[in-house]
């Protein structure tokens, strides 16, 4: 069973993962890992999966069988266990539970070489509905507090698999990064009675130096402080709190501007190595009032270094202004 | 002018370093930079570095001239300007100040083969003396709050150079993992009137699981919630706040167990990628009562993906006791 340590100075938890258990020796070719070879992600390999807990299939069949436009399969090497109570114990100083949790794999195509950028819309739209019909069904899991949605797209994103998936991991706590967003999105409520992210937007249509793309219910935007190159995040213009609430026309537009900026990235990169994230309030609760779903596009394009790890401040060499305005103008 | 600007979430500050402005077609060959070719660090090439503030020459002879065992030369290329006021000023809903701060590279041999686990001990007890001496140095400044000390060795942990260095960046602001690191010490403490890594280190100690090496007056530990496969901290036995107001005789027993530990990690992770970081309590104020300087090292054996981006939340595959055993019993 994984566990769940707790830092005694930092208040952050990590999954040490026990039954991966890796050995120095099965860290030196980590870089040259081949990407050629068999997949257990394409269609007609649905033996090699663990069986699927959702699938869509235009024209019906069996479960685990050929005939998908998109599956979901809890992860083979699960960095958390489905099974057990938390039992959460101290030893002195330190403090750990067990690491009770789910993780799932989205493959968002039966087919090997596509990608978010070149599927159908419409495979798009699938992509998020599946991850709002994961998301419900774990949150009815009373022992969970949180899922998140992630993408890793390219090695040097941390993608061990090129076929086309994202993941999702349901926790039994809220991560430290959530907490904080949450705090921050809260203090600002409590202080001007307006949502944080509202008032970014409203800066951000009026000023439009750092618009990426926006339809009627969207907006792709370079944040002002943006950590790493490249990077954008798609908001609804209205406030909504919680992506698994989004009302169900909306899909659609969210799907064609998240592929919209995907593809404007691409264009101007060069099919960059990214990660994206989807940023939620907790299921349940009143967090919703005051904080914004959004989701996060990370392009990783510089190395995090020493002094970003150690002060939580990075550096990044493209100001959001310029990074806006090549992606805007591709296309 | 590089730009501090400030997520106006989660209240973390972000260097725009606008001078270096890199352009989308600046990214793609960053992987496959050549290491080979001509270094300006090299002993006969003092002429390629902005003029040196600090030198360490056994035979005396001028500045910026051979003959030096250890330099230290601004950044040709710095995240921050040196000159200049902090003009904090706001934009709507974000805030932003001038980019003034200080990127000092420390030069540790004079030749480019050696790091810091083949050089003699001496040299590593230098380098830990040049980072005091300038510390204290640029802590004079009134502008600045903190100064941070760290390495990259190996490209896949952000090393732009071969040549064995460590860099040092003042900053105008306390950094948020710092304020976060004395905000825990500060609680533990108003707690139970202990210091929290005192207490670690005790309990380490009667333990003996995750010691990795020792000497009198330093202690070398996997911590219980690494973060990263192979994690190391070393931190000395006594309460001591503040790196850079370490007793002048410790320097040579600090050095001892630094490269003990990195020899270690060589033998058996095979010349790892790593960062270190110094972590110190701020100079001056009362934080030296709860805080205890250490230093991390991070070996980057694993890529951090979504997951970790959107939570905070580390997957570490190598449990902590094991990683000390490997560590333990190498040499």
Known sequence: MPELRKDPILGRWVIISTERGRRPSDFSHEE????????????????????????????????????????????????????????????GVYDKMNGVGAHEVVIETPLHHETLTSLPLKAVEDVLRAYRARIVDLMGDRRFQYVIVFKNHGPAAGASLEHSHSQLIALPIVPKTVREELNGAKEYFEYKDRCVFCDI?????????????????????????????????????????????????????AAQILQDTLQRMDQVLVDPPYN??????????????????????????????GFEWGTGFFINPTPPEEAAAYLREAR
Not at 41 to 68: H, I, M, Q, S, Y
Not at 211 to 238: G, H, Q, T, Y
Request: aromatic share 12%; proline share 10%.
């Open 32 to 91: 040259r890992r081949s990407s050629g070879g068999f997949c257990p992600l394409c269609e007609g390999n649905e033996d090699k999966t663990p069986p699927e807990v959702l699938a869509f299939r235009a024209n019906g069949g069996p479960p685990n069988t050929p005939g998908w436009s998109l599956r979901v399969v809890p992860n083979k090497f699960p960095a958390l266990r489905i099974e057990g109570e938390l039992n959460r114990e101290g030893d």
């Open 201 to 253: 937007i409203a800066q951000e249509l009026k000023q439009k130096k750092r618009i990426i793309s926006e339809n009627d219910r969207f907006v792709s935007i370079a944040p002002f402080a943006s950590s790493f190159p490249f990077e954008a995040w798609i908001l609804p213009k209205a406030h909504h709190g919680n992506f698994a609430l989004m009302e169900p026309f909306h899909f659609s537009e």
């Open 276 to 305: 994206y994230i989807i940023h939620s309030a907790p299921f349940g609760g009143a967090d919703g009032e005051y904080y914004h779903w959004h989701l996060e596009i990370l392009p990783k394009l510089t190395r995090m270094a």
